[in-house]
Structure formats: C-alpha cells, structure tokens
C-alpha cells in the first residue's frame, strides 16, 4: 500500500508513476526491474520513490492491483445479478479480449503475474489475482443451483474451485499459444479462438448443467 506522501502528489504524478511501475513490472521479470530507472522515467530522485512506497515489493503489490482495478473496471456496468454461470464464463472471454486491448501493459502485467512470477511472492500473487473475482463467481454458482439451472448435487466450492482452474488453464493455453507463434494473444485467429472457447464451453455445460 503507498505511503500518504504518494497519495498526496497531484493526481497527474500519481498517475505518471502508476503507468510507469505496471510497465516495468509487466515487461521485465521482477528481478531485472530497476528503481532507479523507474524514478527517472517518472522524474523523481530514486530516494522520492520509496518516501511514496515502503520497498519494491510494495511497489509491485500496488502496480497488480492497479492492473486488476482496471480490469474489474470493464465489469462494473455489467449486472451479473440474474447472469447465468454460462453467461459469466463465455462473457469473461470477451473482457479479457476487451481489457487487453485497451489496457496492454495492465494486462502483461496480470499475465506475468499469474504464470511467470519470479518475485519470492509468488503465493501472495496467487491469492490476491484469485480473490478479486472468487466472491463474485461463487454467488452465482449458488444462485444457479438455487434456480435450477446447474446441479446442486454438488458442492458450489467444488464446482468454483472446477472453474477456476479451468478458466485459469485455458486462459495460460491461449497465452503459451501465442507466445510460441510470436503473436500478442489477439493476434490469434479469431475463428480457431472461437472454436476452442465453443468446445470448453461445451465441456462446462455437459460437466456441470441440470438441463
């Protein structure tokens, strides 16, 4: 969490610095990224830099969350109150094309996070990029049981930890995807990405589903 003195620079300066540390830290792995070089991006002495944040890691910890602001950002018109758990799942592929393609750097940083990170943080990552969306999902598993729609012979933890990893899986398959053909995860051919989220949506329903 930053210091107060941060929160007290005028809000284009606080802005400045938070789009520089989710650049660092989504294109370099967390060891390689430099404060010094941060704070002469930014325009400040290096000392300035920590009068704002405790350490690195508290620097790092803040430009995640930033990162998953902005990507909740994206789902706050979005009224999940009578969604179907289907619904969510297929809609959640299209926020994540969405997000990546108006925020860029937030996005690798959150990839980087979640499938690269070096940091000596990592369980700490894990939770806090799981937590944001865990409280969400699993209300409307339980609505969804409630209503019929999906089977209540199951527990709604089993049925979000099920989820979870396979939301998390297809998404890291994407990315390796991409990364082995040297492309940015929407450059991918739409109709073959489009084919792939057909069949793990299917795979869902027939799993899961009452109907």
Request: with cysteine; hydrophobic share 40%; charged share 35%.
């Amino acid at each position: 969490m930053p210091k107060q003195t941060f929160f007290n620079l005028p809000e284009e300066k606080r802005m400045k610095i938070k789009d520089v540390l989710i650049r660092y830290f989504a294109n370099k792995p967390y060891s390689k990224v430099d404060i010094e070089d941060i704070a002469k991006e930014c325009k400040v002495a290096k000392g300035s830099m920590y009068q704002y944040f405790e350490n690195k890691k508290d620097m790092y910890i803040y430009a995640i969350n930033e990162a998953i602001r902005l990507s909740l950002e994206l789902i706050k018109d979005y009224n999940f109150e009578y969604i179907s758990l289907f619904d969510y799942v297929e809609k959640s592929f299209d926020l994540t094309w969405e997000f990546f393609i108006k925020h860029p750097d937030a996005y690798l940083l959150l990839e980087r996070s979640a499938f690269y990170d070096d940091s000596p943080y990592k369980e700490e990552i894990e939770g806090l990029l799981k937590g944001k969306t865990k409280e969400l999902l699993y209300e409307i598993i339980v609505k969804n049981q409630k209503t019929g729609f999906i089977r209540n012979d199951v527990s709604p933890e089993i049925i979000l930890i099920f989820l979870e990893g396979a939301t998390w899986s297809i998404k890291r398959f994407f990315i390796e995807l991409a990364k082995s053909r040297g492309v940015r995860v929407t450059e991918l051919p739409r109709d073959y990405v489009d084919g792939i989220r057909k069949s793990y949506m299917d795979l869902i329903k027939k799993g899961i589903s009452n109907i």
